[in-house]
């Protein structure tokens, strides 16, 4: 059998590639659909990217291992620790990876409505999943409401962005892929026929990869004796963040801002709502402290970027100062 630190980069190895595979196919369709950037960035980009986060706490919850509290504790600190890592760290290197060629006062323009359609909806809704966590576990009619509720908001935001696509195209915001698709590389035809089939291939490749992170994850907690909840809010996320910081940092450095800032906002979206709802109605979701924290840390960074947001642009240095929020949330995990 593998060492641990072997099988854990192993799966993430796996995650990584199925994720290039999964993303690289969603280009090609969006170029094919002729969809704009706002889109493929937000929804296509987004959920591409977030299935491998979105795929750990689904498989903790529904088939991970035979410990149900360990299952939950990684269910739940995997929900929540995307956004955190999300709306803090990623848009930090985001901003470091531009901050030579651009300055500390340079400007980052992606397009002005979906950036700030995409937060909106993620304060709405990541406000609504933190008014969850008082509501008692019995109460599931209310907790059945709010999870409802979340989902709906979802399909409210999916419905207004693919609204907004066309008019997007004839501004001159239309996708446009980067290079070949995977499978045409050796030698098949890019159409909707391989292009479908590059997709379930990444998607099988999320989906063993997550099973077998879930397993590694457990097997580290035992080993070094803290709990499973606290490495899923820390570990999980850094390692399956990892499409969506190297999707958005070689975005951001093509000069592509728009799909760099919406394949994070997006993601937060997604994660915001469709997850939450299933752990509302599914886990104990309580505020313990390293819970709460991280869920308010997420709020203040999605906060101070809507604020900031401006149809100029958005300043660089404003990013940065995500990441400082990232460290504080550091101190203060790891302080207990």
């Known amino acids: ?3 641990l630190f072997l099988q854990l980069a192993l799966m993430l190895l796996i995650i990584l590639v199925a994720a290039e595979v999964f993303t690289n196919a969603l280009e090609h369709l969006g170029e094919r659909l002729r969809i704009s950037e706002g889109v493929t960035g937000s929804l ?3 959920v591409g ?3 491998p986060e979105t795929m750990v706490p689904l498989l903790a919850i529904f088939a991970g291992t035979a410990n149900t509290a360990v299952n939950e504790e990684i269910g739940v600190g995997a929900i929540l620790g995307a ?4 709306g803090t760290l990623s848009c930090c290197l985001m901003a470091l990876a531009v901050l030579k060629r651009r300055g500390w006062q340079g400007k980052l323009r992606p397009e002005h409505g979906g950036l700030t359609r995409d937060l909106n909806f993620f304060l709405f809704a990541f406000t609504l999943a933190a008014v969850a966590m008082y509501v008692p576990r019995h109460e599931t009619v209310w907790r059945a409401a709010l999870g409802f509720a979340l989902v709906l908001t979802y399909f409210i935001y999916l419905l207004l962005t693919l609204r907004a696509s066309s008019k997007l195209v004839e501004n001159g915001h239309g996708t446009e892929a980067e290079g070949k698709m995977l499978l045409a590389r050796a030698g098949l035809p890019t159409n909707l026929l391989t292009i479908g089939a590059q997709l379930v291939l990444g998607l099988a490749l999320l989906v063993g990869g997550a099973k077998g992170f879930i397993h590694g994850v457990e097997e580290t907690a035992r080993l070094l004796g803290v709990s499973a909840l606290l490495l899923s809010l820390l570990i999980i996320p850094i390692a399956t963040e990892l499409p969506e910081k190297v999707n958005s940092i070689l975005w951001i450095r093509r000069g592509k801002d728009t799909l760099a800032f919406g394949n994070i906002t997006g993601a937060m979206v997604f994660q915001g709502t469709l997850l939450p709802a299933i752990g509302i109605m599914l886990t104990p979701w309580e505020p313990r402290v390293e819970v709460l924290s991280g869920v308010l840390i997420t709020l203040v960074a999605a906060a101070w970027m809507r604020f ?10 404003v990013l940065l100062v995500n990441g400082g929020l990232y460290l504080s949330y550091l101190a203060i995990t790891l302080s207990r």
Not at 83 to 86: A, T
Not at 308 to 317: I, N
Request: net charge positive; proline share 9%.
């Open 44 to 46: 296509f980009a987004a």
């Open 308 to 317: 900031h947001t401006r149809s100029g642009g958005m300043a660089l240095w």
């Open 1 to 3: 059998m593998l060492p």
């Open 49 to 51: 990217t977030a299935l």
């Open 83 to 86: 956004p955190l890592m999300l």
